[in-house]
T-cell receptor
Framework: KAGVTQTPRYLIKTRGQQVTLSCSPI?????VSWYQQTPGQGLQFLFE???????NKGNFPGRFSGRQFSNSRSEMNVSTLELGDSALYLC???????????FGPGTRLTVL | AQSVTQLGSHVSVSEGALVLLRCNYS??????LFWYVQYPNQGLQLLLK??????LVKGINGFEAEFKKSETSFHLTKPSAHMSDAAEYFC????????????FGEGTQLTVNP
């Protein structure tokens, strides 16, 4: 089976812009979770989608949003980018609760 | 709330030596526990997971971990370190009631010296 894929792998944006990141889960997996990884805060949970519904949400501002499509692919959007949003954004998929999460390679976002 | 503490942000061992990475958790209910490894510029790769079937869990690349409820620990070990083991290691916990949400420890950077 193909693994979790994320596009793009690298992004450079400027403050105030918005960005959309994409994640394609492993075939058959219905749960997609997003995490932010920074040197200062480590790995933090953003949100989880299961069957097109947000099932869990972390403690991030409303500028961070997501959605899931009927084919389980997911997108994450960050509006009004801030310098502190520079991070590695990781997507993970699983087949259900509390099954193992499999991670993609991540999208490296740099905000200038 | 559940949390994970990894003791030692940096661990250095010699090639061939024992690897011991420490993880303690706090959870109000029996948790599911995981160890992931991250190589530079890559995502997280699952090493092993504990889901209450057996307290000693064997994973990939010769790693294993033992769940000790009395000590709320889930330490990761490998008898003999290889140069290729140099990476960052993360312990994580989840509960069935939290969906697929993982709470991660701070990570431990493992250095293997020749």
């Amino acid at each position: 089976k193909a693994g979790v894929t994320q596009t793009p792998r690298y992004l450079i944006k400027t403050r105030g812009q918005q960005v959309t990141l994409s994640c394609s889960p492993i075939s058959g997996h219905r749960s997609v979770s997003w995490y932010q990884q920074t040197p200062g805060q480590g790995l933090q949970f953003l949100f989880e989608y299961f069957s097109e519904t947000q099932r869990n949400k972390g403690n991030f501002p409303g500028r961070f949003s997501g959605r899931q499509f009927s084919n389980s692919r997911s997108e994450m959007n960050v509006s009004t980018l801030e310098l502190g949003d520079s991070a590695l954004y990781l997507c993970a998929s699983s087949s259900g609760t509390p099954d193992t999460q499999y991670f993609g390679p991540g999208t490296r976002l740099t905000v200038l | 709330a559940q949390s994970v503490t990894q003791l030692g942000s940096h661990v250095s061992v010699s090639e061939g030596a024992l690897v011991l990475l420490r993880c303690n958790y706090s959870s109000s209910v029996p948790p599911y526990l995981f160890w992931y490894v991250q190589y530079p510029n890559q995502g997280l790769q699952l090493l092993l997971k504990y889901t209450s079937a057996a307290t000693l869990v064997k994973g990939i690349n010769g790693f294993e971990a033992e769940f000790k409820k009395s000590e709320t620990s889930f330490h990761l070990t490998k008898p003999s370190a290889h140069m290729s083991d140099a990476a960052e290691y993360f312990c994580a916990v989840s509960k069935e009631t939290s969906g697929s949400r993982l709470t991660f420890g701070e990570g431990t950077q493992l250095t293997v010296n020749p």
